[in-house]
């Protein structure tokens, strides 16, 4: 390539400063004339790999008369990310007239809701960019806009992913179809201290089940009564996803019968209950846990008054990398030994990837060419690097292999460059960095799931704590709830 990352890198702010002054209805990025991609000539190279991805120029698609512009989603919510993605296109793409349909007038949920009713009477923006783990911000209906072909299957363009991690790719297959393209990805991770660990009893949380483990919280709970675990809650949302649970028959794409989904329901809702935060709906104050450090979480963790830091959320962006790698650097010159892995799951093996942003195409599409270059440039290892410091691990196997050489190589002429632009905050230890990517190499491949449907799902332990409802008559009321999504028409 020609460009370093570090002059594309200061284009996309460029484009991204650009953007910010108004994207609605503008155009983005216009040429009459075709231009072809940078070609190399030798210079400002990043590596000297050969065996780099390149983004290369795709064929046509379809009929020369088709035109070269793009009409992107736009609201509040994927405003900063989509900026970025569009300064990288258009870098290489400036024939393609970059559209943006804004939204960001609406709330998260009204902006959802309008997009859905556009998808379903086919005036929908050509490519949408969602994120999968925020409630609000999921595309309503998501099954039923699946089931009535709402969506392109990403066959249809045959996009260039040779390079996507080919187990998080699955995080966007429904009924076996390519329906979604994950944009990144992230991994539950845990942060604690090898004296914390034998506390809790536990020699090796790689192999740990998630009933030994929340078995083992209950206990320091018993052990030290105003202490959490935890910082604050998990979200019962997320445990599920890095389960790999679907609650949908991987054949059929039917709901699971309902005794089935029933015994997956009590055992996660008793995991929490019995386990990570027994009572927790009256014991939400946090504040003993911190009151002898000055309120300061850090200073509690180290001190004891915590088991974890910084594990509620499922992390794996670069700058949580960050986070780490100070607490871990701290640990060290106190003594302590820190350890690093990822949440417990139920059968103790590897846990599942959890797709991040993510990439929808309205079937409806006339644009398929420029839809398609957009496509494989978001997940071009240059872009993935870039992005992967914010939102979520790359879902580029090149790029998490750069990344990982960047925080564990020499100081090499690739080293500086992205030294320009991802900090770096104290050195990494080998030891440490590979406690972060090893359970990336040993994932496994997951289903698609259903975000309304795993709402409601996960809502069950919470409901059932508060007991207004007997078991029973929480049963009855979401299994009705879920037959009426899954089979509305």
């Given amino acids: 390539m020609k460009t370093s990352i570090s002059a ?47 983004l290369s120029r795709s064929a046509k ?50 902006a959802k809701a309008q997009l859905a009713g556009e998808l379903k009477n086919g005036t929908a923006p050509d490519l949408i960019l969602d994120y999968v783990n925020a409630g609000h911000s999921s595309i309503p209906g998501t099954m039923h806009l699946l089931d009535n072909g709402e969506f392109l299957p990403l066959d249809r363009l045959n996009p260039d992913l040779a390079d996507c991690n080919k187990t998080v790719l699955t995080c966007g297959e429904y009924r076996g179809t390519q329906y979604f393209l994950p944009a990144n990805f992230s991994l539950g991770y845990l942060f604690t201290t090898d004296f914390h660990m034998t506390d809790l009893g536990i020699l090796d949380g790689s192999k740990v089940t998630m009933g030994e483990f929340s078995g083992k919280i209950a206990q320091y709970y018993r052990d030290y009564p105003g202490n959490y675990a935890f910082p604050e809650l998990f979200s019962s949302t997320y445990l599920l996803y890095h389960d790999g649970v679907s609650v949908f028959d991987p054949v059929t794409g039917e709901l699971l019968p309902e005794d089935d989904l029933r015994r997956i329901t009590e055992e996660y809702a008793g995991y929490y209950r019995e386990g990570l935060f027994p009572d927790f709906l009256t014991s939400v104050d946090y504040s003993g846990a911190t009151a002898a450090h000055n309120g300061s979480m850090t200073d509690a963790f180290r001190d004891g008054g915590l088991m974890f830091f910084t594990a509620p959320h499922f992390l794996g962006t670069l700058d949580t990398l960050m986070l780490f790698n100070r607490t871990y650097t701290l ?48 997940v ?83 409901e059932a704590e508060r007991g207004e409802k007997t078991p029973d008559e929480l049963w009855e009321d979401l299994w009705m709830q879920l037959e009426e999504y899954v089979n509305a028409e």
């Fill in 331 to 378: 640990l060290n010159e106190a003594g302590e030994t820190p350890l690093v892995f990822t949440l417990p799951t139920a059968d103790g093996k590897a846990p599942c990837p959890m797709m991040n942003w993510y990439f929808a195409v309205n079937a409806d599409t006339e644009n398929t060419t420029a839809v398609k270059w957009f496509l494989e440039n978001a």
């Fill in 61 to 110: 698609t379809s009929d020369e008369e088709e035109p070269l512009e793009l009409v992107l989603y736009y609201d509040s919510y994927n405003r900063e990310y989509l900026d970025l993605l569009i300064g990288n296109f258009s870098e290489y793409y400036p024939e393609v007239t970059v559209l943006c349909r804004d939204y960001t007038d609406m709330s998260p949920r009204e």
């Fill in 8 to 54: 594309r890198f200061a284009l996309v702010l460029f484009s991204s400063l650009l953007l910010l002054q108004g994207c609605a209805g503008e155009t983005a990025g216009v040429s009459e004339n075709a231009v072809s991609p940078p070609s190399s000539d030798g210079q400002n190279e990043q590596t000297a790999d050969e065996d780099r991805p390149v």
């Fill in 380 to 462: 071009y290892y240059e872009t993935q690097c870039q992005i992967g410091w914010r939102y979520g691990l790359p879902v580029s196997d090149y790029a998490l292999d750069t990344i990982y050489t960047f925080y564990t190589g020499p100081d090499t002429y690739v080293r500086r460059q992205y030294l320009e632009i991802f900090p770096l905050y104290g050195e990494f230890s080998r030891e440490f960095v590979d406690s972060y990517f090893d359970p990336i190499k040993a994932m496994k491949k997951t289903t698609f799931t259903d975000r309304t449907v795993m709402n409601g799902i996960s809502n069950y332990a919470w």
